[in-house]
């Protein structure tokens, strides 16, 4: 039997308006205010703001852009059209056709205007000439001569950041002018990493290492404490600091209720290995709802601008990067530039937290893993569901899944769920698995 379960009560939070109020406190010196018109534009929408990137000392818009999502690269034009000058891709997005239309988009806008990211993924076998040759195929997909920033992809241990390969073949790039600034991606330790280390060490050690000049990494309302720490310490050291999965229950939550709900509106039965689990959402979604006006639960807008606002309160976030998927979500997002906290987002949120909490694994989390005698790797699997309910990179999550070794959700199915008596956030975990399988599996 494994050690005895994390004490919630050490963990949780003393209110969700509480928590809001202090973070709102510390973030923009206790001043709430009680309006923001988070758009001054009447026309198209425009970047309001541009905040400098740490010591890159580039002024990049507050709205980012992770074009990932994005097909189109009309959408990704237009995306560029209202100010937003910051791009982060990957060389394995979509098996480097992501990068080939970043390239493609770009044409015909300054390149000097436009802070160019891309991340590539190393281990431990990777040589200094081999990222160096990958870095160039980079380049030559998104046709052009230099990288404003490269990072090091979803580090996953403190040794990891250390990796003298890709530092090495860093420095290299940079004196031939082929790279300018050195960063890195976190989700916190990957599958099979030991010892297991939080985003918040890996990313603080980073800081520290001295040769990194921007992060990305995991911030929202519901996940707090780690991001303000991170935050903190880049402040110290003027990091740039960008932003991913700033929306805890975007696009995921909504889903689970319909997962679950399917079943009644067909009148079907649950699956009876699956009862348990489903019947833990419905029983705890019952007893959160006298905390939700109705209408504010399928309220889009009130969920994006109250989790946009919250993360662009904090001046040491400079940009928060959105998946862009259509021409409707440049309004959406765009328009959010320049937001504020107000008193109705604090609502908003305080609302989505006692209603929703439970629907949301923390990203970057994994204290849960250890308790689970079948060695499921949770916070990868749930980081893929998010990949495939939130993001709409269905066949990506499916063959990330299908590749995983050892054991999936499965075997949550038939479970007593250690995993969900071990968290101290009291997420439905147990049924989040189980929904993540039912998603995942081909």
């Given at each position: 039997?494994?050690?005895?379960?994390?004490?919630?009560?050490?963990?949780l939070?003393?209110?969700?308006?509480?928590?809001v109020g202090?973070?709102?406190?510390?973030?923009n010196?206790?001043?709430?205010i009680?309006?923001h018109?988070?758009?001054?534009?009447?026309?198209?929408?425009l970047?309001?703001?541009?905040?400098v990137?740490?010591?890159t000392?580039?002024?990049?818009?507050?709205?980012?852009?992770?074009p990932?999502?994005?097909?189109?690269?009309?959408?990704?034009?237009?995306v560029?059209?209202t100010?937003?000058?910051?791009?982060?891709?990957?060389?394995f997005?979509?098996n480097?056709?992501?990068?080939?239309?970043?390239?493609?988009?770009?044409k015909?806008?300054?390149?000097?205007s436009?802070?160019?990211?891309?991340?590539?993924?190393?281990?431990e076998?990777d040589?200094?000439?081999?990222?160096?040759?990958?870095?160039?195929?980079?380049?030559?997909?998104?046709?052009?001569?230099?990288?404003?920033?490269?990072?090091?992809?979803?580090?996953?241990?403190?040794?990891?950041?250390?990796?003298?390969?890709f530092?090495?073949?860093f420095?290299?790039?940079?004196?031939?002018g082929?790279?300018?600034?050195?960063?890195?991606?976190?989700?916190?330790?990957?599958?099979?990493?030991e010892?297991?280390?939080?985003?918040?060490k890996?990313?603080?050690?980073?800081?520290?290492?001295?040769?990194?000049?921007?992060?990305?990494?995991?911030?929202?309302?519901v996940?707090?404490?780690?991001?303000q720490?991170?935050?903190?310490e880049?402040?110290k050291?003027?990091?740039?600091?960008?932003?991913?999965k700033?929306?805890?229950?975007?696009?995921?939550?909504?889903?689970?209720?319909e997962?679950?709900?399917n079943?009644?509106?067909?009148?079907?039965?649950?699956?009876?290995?699956?009862?348990?689990?489903?019947?833990?959402?419905?029983?705890?979604?019952?007893?959160?709802?006298?905390?939700?006006?109705?209408?504010?639960?399928?309220?889009?807008?009130?969920?994006?601008?109250?989790?946009?606002?919250?993360?662009?309160?904090?001046?040491g976030?400079?940009?928060?990067?959105?998946?862009?998927?259509?021409?409707?979500d440049?309004?959406?997002?765009?328009?959010?530039?320049?937001?504020?906290?107000?008193?109705?987002?604090?609502?908003?949120?305080?609302s989505?937290?006692?209603?929703?909490?439970?629907?949301?694994?923390?990203?970057?989390c994994?204290?849960?893993?250890?308790?689970?005698?079948y060695?499921?790797?949770v916070?990868t699997?749930?980081r893929?569901?998010?990949?495939?309910?939130?993001q709409?990179r269905?066949k990506?999550?499916?063959?990330?899944y299908?590749?995983?070794?050892?054991?999936k959700?499965?075997?949550?199915?038939?479970?007593?769920?250690?995993?969900?008596?071990?968290?101290?956030y009291?997420?439905s975990i147990h049924?989040?698995l189980a929904?993540?399988?039912?998603?995942l599996?081909?």
């Amino acid at each position: 039997m494994k050690a005895k379960p994390i004490n919630r009560r050490d963990f949780l939070t003393e209110s969700s308006m509480g928590l809001v109020g202090a973070g709102a406190g510390l973030l923009n010196g206790g001043n709430i205010i009680e309006d923001h018109p988070v758009s001054k534009n009447t026309g198209k929408p425009l970047i309001n703001e541009y905040r400098v990137l740490g010591r890159t000392g580039f002024k990049v818009s507050d709205i980012g852009c992770g074009p990932v999502s994005i097909s189109n690269e009309n959408v990704l034009k237009a995306v560029l059209d209202t100010g937003v000058n910051f791009i982060d891709t990957a060389e394995f997005y979509g098996n480097g056709n992501n990068e080939l239309m970043v390239g493609k988009a770009i044409k015909g806008f300054s390149r000097g205007s436009i802070f160019l990211n891309t991340k590539i993924g190393i281990t431990e076998n990777d040589t200094e000439e081999s990222i160096i040759t990958r870095v160039k195929k980079c380049l030559e997909r998104l046709d052009t001569d230099y990288l404003d920033g490269l990072m090091l992809w979803n580090a996953g241990s403190v040794m990891e950041i250390k990796n003298e390969a890709f530092h090495n073949a860093f420095d290299q790039l940079k004196n031939e002018g082929r790279v300018k600034y050195c960063g890195i991606s976190c989700h916190g330790s990957n599958m099979g990493t030991e010892p297991k280390e939080s985003m918040e060490k890996i990313i603080g050690n980073a800081v520290e290492d001295g040769r990194f000049e921007l992060v990305l990494f995991v911030y929202n309302y519901v996940q707090q404490e780690m991001g303000q720490n991170i935050l903190k310490e880049c402040a110290k050291k003027n990091i740039g600091t960008t932003l991913m999965k700033t929306d805890p229950f975007g696009g995921t939550y909504l889903s689970v209720l319909e997962f679950v709900k399917n079943y009644q509106a067909k009148n079907q039965p649950v699956p009876e290995n699956a009862r348990k689990v489903y019947d833990t959402i419905i029983e705890k979604q019952k007893k959160a709802e006298s905390y939700l006006d109705k209408d504010l639960l399928f309220d889009n807008n009130a969920r994006r601008e109250a989790a946009i606002s919250f993360v662009l309160n904090d001046p040491g976030v400079h940009s928060v990067l959105i998946s862009f998927k259509t021409f409707d979500d440049i309004t959406d997002y765009v328009n959010l530039s320049g937001a504020r906290l107000t008193k109705k987002n604090i609502s908003t949120i305080h609302s989505l937290r006692q209603s929703c909490d439970h629907l949301y694994c923390r990203h970057a989390c994994g204290l849960c893993e250890s308790y689970c005698p079948y060695g499921v790797p949770v916070n990868t699997i749930m980081r893929y569901n998010h990949y495939f309910m939130a993001q709409g990179r269905e066949k990506y999550a499916v063959q990330k899944y299908y590749e995983l070794a050892g054991s999936k959700s499965d075997k949550c199915l038939d479970c007593e769920g250690f995993c969900q008596s071990a968290c101290p956030y009291g997420v439905s975990i147990h049924a989040l698995l189980a929904v993540a399988h039912n998603n995942l599996s081909l």
